[in-house]
């Protein structure tokens, strides 16, 4: 929601402060695409321990189980 506002209020001030229609929707797509990669970051950011956990838990299930002798 906050996200809705901000874009609200930059579409806003770059409306009175004279930009055209499509420097407008140029601005847009960028801040956007900053919004959409910010938001993938602390998505990132805040998984990385469960992740972390993850990779921890596989590598010590691989270790403890026998290696299989292969028949071909």
Request: net charge positive; no cysteine.
């Amino acid at each position: 929601m906050l996200e809705l506002f901000f874009l609200i209020g930059f579409v806003v001030m770059l409306m009175v402060t004279g930009i055209s229609l499509l420097g407008v929707f140029a601005a847009l797509l960028v801040a956007a695409a900053f919004m959409l990669l910010g938001g993938l970051l602390a998505i990132v950011i805040k998984l990385l321990p469960w992740l972390i956990l993850a990779v921890v838990g596989v590598w010590i299930y691989r270790s403890v189980q026998k290696p299989q002798i292969r028949r071909y």
